[in-house]
């Protein structure tokens, strides 16, 4: 496949309204919205690429090298890159996000496996952690907020890590589940191909999800540190919506049984949460918090 095409003509079709969690929903302010989703087609079309199952290695990485050229202003080649280069200087923003996510997917391309929860964790600092920084520089929040922020966003990629290991596995050869982790369980990653996951994969899955849950209550606390209450509002919903996936996987098998929601329990759940945000910045004190 030539590397001539614009990175848009690998895209798989999905699109913001298929994740897991809200991208730029009602919730956050219009002003505020076209950055985010100028950001959100530019790592989609870049998440595709690394993913693309007709692509090798090579194609990849220079798909990518385009997209990085076009956001820097080496070249106006991939419009996704234009917009967002564009999007960015308008704002006053810093393209390190794009570029960190950039990083992930190059190591997408070319790292299959995962030693260790460290390894997994230092992955999700490429490929999570600057999705939320991003978000909170567009809302000009303090970088005070990074920390628990980086929390949550590891907890929403390892959230579809565990949902997607029989696929990523079957169809891309990519492992996420820590291979000291499955061995411990007595599991292999040959495991992760069955119909049904056996007693010790399952074990293995379960405990991710639990330890995943440990980190989610220490980033719990981010809405209550967001000063714009539109997109503390959001991460109450996105939050809520983590602790659901993670009972999920904490009880059921991903290879066999749903572990998702469709639309409508997505936006069930997520106005449960936006409800428990609510109440939580209505009781705060007169004066704790400046929206």
């Not at 492992?175 to 061995?183: F, H, M, S, T």
């Not at 109450?236 to 009880?251: D, G, K, M, N, P």
Request: proline share 4%.
């Amino acid at each position: 496949m030539s590397v001539t095409l614009e990175a848009a003509q690998l895209r798989s079709g999905k699109g913001s309204g298929d994740e897991n969690f809200p991208v730029a929903s009602w919730l956050v302010a219009p002003p505020h919205r076209r950055p985010i989703l100028a950001f959100y087609e530019f790592v989609r079309i870049a998440d595709d690429i690394a993913d693309h199952p007709s692509l090798n290695a090579g194609d990849k990485l220079a798909h990518l090298d385009r997209l990085e050229a076009s956001l820097l202003g080496r070249d106006d080649h991939e419009p996704a890159g234009v917009t967002l280069r564009e999007t960015l200087r308008e704002r006053e923003l810093s393209p390190r996000h794009a570029q960190d996510l950039l990083s992930a997917f190059r190591q997408d391309a070319t790292k299959r496996r995962y030693s260790s929860w460290d390894d997994l964790i230092d992955y999700c600092s490429y490929s999570a952690m600057p999705v939320g920084r991003f978000v909170l520089d567009v809302h000009g929040e303090s970088r005070a907020t990074w920390p628990a922020s980086d929390k949550v966003c590891t907890v929403l990629q390892i959230i579809n890590h565990l949902q997607d290991c029989q696929q990523d596995y079957r169809n891309l050869d990519r492992v996420y589940v820590p291979l000291d982790a499955l061995a411990a369980a007595g599991s292999s990653v040959e495991a992760l191909g069955d119909a049904r996951a056996t007693s010790q994969l399952l074990g293995c899955l379960h405990g991710l999800a639990g330890r995943t849950g440990v980190m989610l209550e220490d980033g719990g606390t981010l809405p209550s540190q967001i000063n714009d209450w539109r997109l503390s509002l959001e991460i109450s919903a996105i939050v809520t919506l983590a602790r659901h996936f993670l009972q999920l996987l904490q009880h059921r098998d991903p290879l066999s049984e749903r572990v998702r929601l469709g639309k409508f329990g997505v936006a069930a759940v997520g106005a449960l949460g936006v409800a428990k945000g609510l109440f939580l910045r209505l009781g705060r004190a007169p004066g704790s918090s400046a929206d």
